[in-house]
């Protein structure tokens, strides 16, 4: 049982919005930076946001990141089939003094 | 190109010994955060261990204290991982990871293509 807590799955048509959401608490979320992660079966995963809503160069503006409070979510606009894969938040937790992931997500676009 | 490249995986015994490395370039070494991060078959990641700059911190996740090691060489743009005494549930691909400054909430931002871990008699 993670300490990030994501929904194990969730599904959209192509064009249409999807968001993943993120739960944690004050010891991890609520106090430290979150980052997502896109993770395709047999490949590195890929940074996608940092520091809660930034995006590195090259990743386009269909993502996005938001956090209040003890929770955090990645949102994808404009679904492609290509954006099918499982996707992670991670944070530290600073009570822990460890890294933590969510349990992962895995996005299908239908 | 920046990159991380890790080596060292194989079959190994429960009980048995294994040493990953991970070779960095194009990217000065000295001046990141590195860390381990693991996805066993049919899971999700796990964060296994981070160590500083200059190593002065270093964090393990509880399910390997005690029996994994992390460190590193900046002479010679090197990670390393020894594992001991490992287990069946140790068993996984294991990445490489360049934290992007020195928080230690910084997220990931160059991974390795990963090493593959087994432990079965």
């Known amino acids: 049982q993670s300490v ?32 997502w992660y896109q993770h395709l079966p047999g490949t590195a995963p890929k940074l996608l946001i940092y520091d809660n809503n930034k ?5 386009p503006d269909r993502f996005s990141g938001s956090k209040s409070g003890t929770s955090a979510t990645l949102g994808i606009t404009g679904l492609q089939t290509g954006d099918e894969a ?3 938040c991670g944070t530290w937790d600073s009570s ?3 890294g933590k992931f969510g349990g ?3 996005l299908t676009v239908l | 190109e920046v990159q991380l490249v890790e080596s060292g995986g194989g079959l190994v015994k429960p009980g048995g010994s294994l040493r990953l490395s991970c070779a960095a370039s194009a990217f000065t070494f000295t001046n990141y955060i590195m860390n381990w991060v693991r996805q066993a078959p049919g899971k999700g990641l796990e964060w ?8 002065s911190y270093i964090y393990y996740a509880d399910s390997v204290k005690g029996r994994f090691t992390i460190s590193r060489d900046n002479a010679k743009n090197s990670l390393y991982l020894q ?3 490992l287990r069946a549930d140790d068993t996984a691909v294991y990445y490489c990871a360049r934290s992007r400054s020195t928080g230690r909430d910084d997220a990931f931002d160059i991974w390795g293509q990963g090493t593959m871990v087994t432990v079965s008699s």
């Open chain 1, 4 to 35: 990030l807590t994501q929904p194990p799955s969730v599904s959209a048509a192509p064009g249409q919005k999807v968001t993943i959401s993120c739960s944690g608490s004050s010891s991890n979320i609520g106090n430290n930076y979150v980052s």
């Open chain 1, 55 to 59: 995006r590195p160069s090259g990743i």
């Open chain 1, 86 to 88: 499982d996707y992670y």
């Open chain 1, 96 to 98: 822990l003094s460890a």
């Open chain 1, 104 to 106: 992962g997500t895995k």
């Open chain 2, 48 to 55: 296994v261990s981070s160590i500083s700059s200059r190593s």
């Open chain 2, 83 to 85: 594992m001991n005494s």
